[in-house]
């Protein structure tokens, strides 16, 4: 089964406190988009292609190996994968969407969701447990339920669809409307969504102190437990 595999990488580094995008943000010597890039294709996609902006294009291209194909993102994430889901060819039978922002995602995570795709699902994600009690609030803040935990999950990515399935749900959706993931999107559309284990590793790179714990994985110094 043919795999290209997204990277969603145009946005900026203003929660991160960087001068630059955030997915070229140094993490251990290297750009985030670069750690992310070489997740998809050590876990087995085919080919890349990367949203990015497009003042930075040369930037980019300067990261990143030969064959990873570069296309201008937009001003949202949707539509940032709406664009390099476009230059996807034809032939591929799946589609891996990542975030540049998740770079230690170890590329077990990404066979997991081939592996998945190649039983026959039409979309995964991969997922941890929730560990802490978790509320929902009204609008002053005050508690109004505690769902149970055991049938909550974090989602994390790369997120993986049949082609044909996030084509045609990214195709139903109206312009303008902006959901949180791909999984959000195809859901819309009414496809079910599966999951396999996710990985700690995975971990989002947000703000500083994020930035700072991934250092220290990369060198090989235990977080705060």
Same mark, same amino acid.
């Not at 969407?97 to 230690?104: E, K, S």
């Not at 971990?203 to 250092?215: G, S």
């Given at each position: 089964?043919?795999? +290209?595999?997204?990277?969603?990488?145009?946005?900026?580094?203003?929660?991160?406190?960087?001068?630059?995008?955030?997915?070229?943000?140094? @993490?251990?010597?290297?750009?985030?988009?670069?750690?992310?890039?070489?997740?998809?294709?050590?876990?087995?996609?085919?080919?890349?292609?990367?949203? *990015?902006?497009?003042?930075?294009?040369?930037?980019?291209?300067?990261?990143?190996?030969d064959g990873?194909? $570069? &296309?201008?993102?937009? !001003?949202?994430?949707?539509?940032? +994968?709406?664009?390099?889901?476009? !230059? &996807?060819?034809?032939?591929?039978?799946?589609?891996? &969407?990542?975030?540049?922002?998740? #770079?230690?995602?170890?590329?077990?995570?990404?066979?997991?969701?081939?592996d998945a795709?190649?039983?026959?699902?039409?979309? +995964? *994600?991969?997922? $941890?447990?929730?560990?802490?009690?978790?509320? !929902?609030?009204?609008?002053?803040?005050?508690?109004?339920?505690? #769902?149970?935990?055991?049938?909550?999950?974090?989602?994390?990515?790369?997120?993986?669809?049949?082609?044909?399935? @996030?084509?045609?749900?990214?195709?139903? @959706?109206?312009?303008?409307?902006?959901?949180?993931?791909?999984?959000?999107?195809?859901?819309?559309?009414?496809?079910?969504?599966?999951?396999?284990?996710?990985?700690?590793?995975?971990?989002?790179?947000?703000? !500083?102190?994020?930035?700072?714990?991934?250092?220290?994985?990369?060198?090989?110094?235990?977080?705060?437990?």
């Amino acid at each position: 089964m043919s795999a +290209v595999g997204i990277v969603a990488a145009a946005g900026s580094g203003l929660r991160l406190g960087a001068d630059r995008p955030k997915a070229l943000v140094p @993490l251990g010597g290297r750009p985030l988009v670069a750690w992310a890039v070489a997740t998809l294709l050590d876990g087995g996609v085919d080919e890349v292609v990367v949203a *990015v902006p497009a003042a930075d294009h040369d930037a980019f291209a300067a990261v990143l190996p030969d064959g990873v194909r $570069l &296309v201008e993102g937009g !001003a949202t994430r949707t539509a940032s +994968v709406r664009a390099a889901l476009a !230059a &996807v060819p034809a032939e591929a039978a799946a589609v891996l &969407v990542h975030d540049a922002a998740r #770079p230690l995602t170890p590329p077990a995570v990404v066979a997991r969701v081939l592996d998945a795709l190649r039983a026959g699902a039409p979309a +995964v *994600v991969p997922v $941890l447990p929730v560990v802490d009690t978790t509320v !929902a609030v009204d609008a002053g803040g005050t508690v109004t339920a505690a #769902p149970d935990r055991a049938t909550l999950r974090r989602v994390q990515t790369p997120q993986g669809f049949a082609r044909r399935v @996030l084509v045609e749900a990214y195709g139903a @959706l109206p312009d303008g409307v902006e959901l949180t993931d791909d999984a959000a999107v195809v859901r819309a559309a009414c496809v079910p969504v599966g999951t396999v284990a996710g990985d700690e590793r995975a971990a989002k790179v947000t703000v !500083a102190h994020d930035l700072a714990l991934a250092e220290l994985q990369v060198a090989g110094v235990p977080g705060p437990s």
